[in-house]
T-cell receptor, first 116, second 116 residues
Framework: QQQVKQSPQSLIVQKGGISIINCAYE??????FPWYQQFPGKGPALLIA?????SEKKEGRFTISFNKSAKQFSLHIMDSQPGDSATYFC???????????????FGRGTQLTVWP | EAQVTQNPRYLITVTGKKLTVTCSQN?????MSWYRQDPGLGLRQIYY???????DKGDVPEGYKVSRKEKRNFPLILESPSPNQTSLYFC???????????????FGNGTRLTVT
């Protein structure tokens, strides 16, 4: 069973446009929601993360919007640039004790292409 | 430089020939984990370790073994590799658990394994 559902699978955006990637989850025990960015030939790297007690977090051109009641969160990339072309993964982690701290569930990824 | 180092980067082997992929981190992190990345399936957790001598299964542990005899190293062992284990493997580490807002998961650059 997929713990975190991510869409779309691929996204093509014009330079300067807004890229939006959506994720949904069911497990209400999730308490940490990071987004990772992966360039070809590299491992994923943390881009931005949010806790469920916050509805929005912004870092530069990247914003996470979090809707706790709908159990959805999304990544918005404003003024998208060709250098943002990468694969983006949303993820979620459960709990605050024991072995659940070790489980980070990833979405299936979104391949973003930004055309110049 | 703080990093997670995996070796080898590329490996081609034959069915049934035991192999080990090494992972080492120099950040004194307690937590380490292995993921495999397959097209359309995203990142799936194989095994993780909350601390030395403590390991636990992720979502896809079948066919893999791990050990955590010392804090910095977390090797992934395939006792009898099969073609369905052809994949891109990532090792990751963090200070505590599978990441927090102020303690993200750090990934290595991956090992591409082909089993013929």
């Amino acid at each position: 069973q997929q713990q975190v559902k991510q869409s779309p699978q691929s996204l093509i955006v014009q330079k300067g446009g807004i890229s939006i990637i959506n994720c949904a989850y069911e497990n209400t025990a999730f308490d940490y929601f990071p987004w990772y960015q992966q360039f070809p030939g590299k491992g994923p790297a943390l881009l931005i993360a949010i806790r469920p007690d916050v509805s929005e977090k912004k870092e530069g051109r990247f914003t996470i919007s979090f809707n706790k009641s709908a159990k959805q969160f999304s990544l918005h990339i404003m003024d998208s640039q060709p250098g943002d072309s990468a694969t983006y993964f949303c993820a979620a982690r459960a709990g605050n004790r024991g072995s659940t701290l070790g489980r980070l569930y990833f979405g299936r990824g979104t391949q973003l292409t930004v055309w110049p | 430089e703080a990093q997670v180092t995996q070796n080898p980067r590329y490996l081609i082997t034959v069915t049934g020939k035991k192999l080990t992929v090494t992972c080492s981190q120099n950040m004194n992190h307690e937590y380490m984990s292995w993921y495999r990345q397959d097209p359309g399936l995203g990142l799936r957790q194989i095994y993780y370790s909350m601390n030395v001598e403590v390991t636990d299964k992720g979502d896809v542990p079948e066919g893999y073994k791990v050990s955590r005899k010392e804090k910095r190293n977390f090797p992934l062992i395939l006792e009898s590799p099969s073609p369905n284990q052809t994949s891109l493997y990532f090792c990751a580490s963090s200070l505590s658990g599978a990441g927090r807002v102020n303690s993200p998961l750090h990934f290595g650059n991956g090992t591409r394994l082909t089993v013929t």
